[in-house]
Structures are given as C-alpha cells and as structure tokens.
C-alpha cells in the first residue's frame, strides 16, 4: 500500500505559478512512475503529466505543454508539479497518482494508488 499526500494548492492569479508536491509513504516510491491528474467540476478526469520511475522519461497534456514541468526526488520520496503561466481553465482539483509499474502512462486506470487531491484556484 502507498498514501500518496498533495499539498501547494491555493488561489492564484491568471499568468501566476504554484508548485504541487505529493509525498509519498514508502521507500519502494522510486520504482513507480507517478502521475498528476485533475477534474474541473462537471466534467472527468484527466492526464496532465506523468514521470517514470527515474525522471528519464515525462509525458504532459498539450493543455500545459510549456507551462507545467514534473520532477521527482526519489531522495525525498516526493513528485512535484511546477505550474506556470497559469490560467482559469486550470481551476481543478488536482490528485497525484502512483502506478506500480514504472513507466509512463496516461491513463487514469493503470495507476494503483490516488491521494487526497489539492485544490488549485486560478483568477482572472
């Protein structure tokens, strides 16, 4: 079992920056790919960026392509999203997201464990 624990969501002005970090509880963290996801309300989830078990590899939505960047620190057990050039249709929950295998994917059913979610909150 990993717990996966988001945090650095807030409310943020349009062409503003936030950075998401999700802890994770086990030390085995770096042999899973991670992932984030997120949901606006009334519509579903989906893909935004995904890094494999040793950060060579990331895949983004073209949504945040150039804006957003995942890393990890498998040191720290943590994977961190850097939100740039924020916009309102960014406004979502947003939840990370571990899969026991390591390499990427995009699809929200092939990852085993989901935290919390934090709320991101962009203005106009």
């Known amino acids: 079992q990993v717990q996966l624990v988001e945090s650095g969501g807030g409310l943020v002005q349009a062409g503003g920056s936030l950075r998401l970090s999700c802890a994770a509880s086990?030390?085995?963290?770096?042999?899973?790919?991670m992932g984030w996801f997120r949901q606006a309300p009334g519509k579903e989830r989906e893909f935004v960026a995904a890094?494999?078990?040793?950060?060579?590899?990331?895949y983004y939505a073209d949504s945040v392509k150039g804006r957003f960047t995942i890393s990890r620190d498998n040191a720290k057990n943590t994977v961190y999203l850097q939100m740039n050039s924020l916009k309102p249709e960014d406004t979502a929950v947003y939840y990370c997201?571990?899969?026991?295998?390591?390499?990427?994917?995009?699809?929200?059913?092939?990852?085993?464990?989901w935290g919390q979610g934090t709320q991101v909150t962009v203005s106009s």
């Open positions: 997201a571990a899969r026991s295998v390591g390499v990427v994917v995009t699809a929200a059913y092939a990852y085993n464990y």
């Open positions: 086990r030390r085995t963290f770096r042999n899973y790919a």
């Open positions: 890094i494999s078990w040793s950060g060579g590899s990331t």
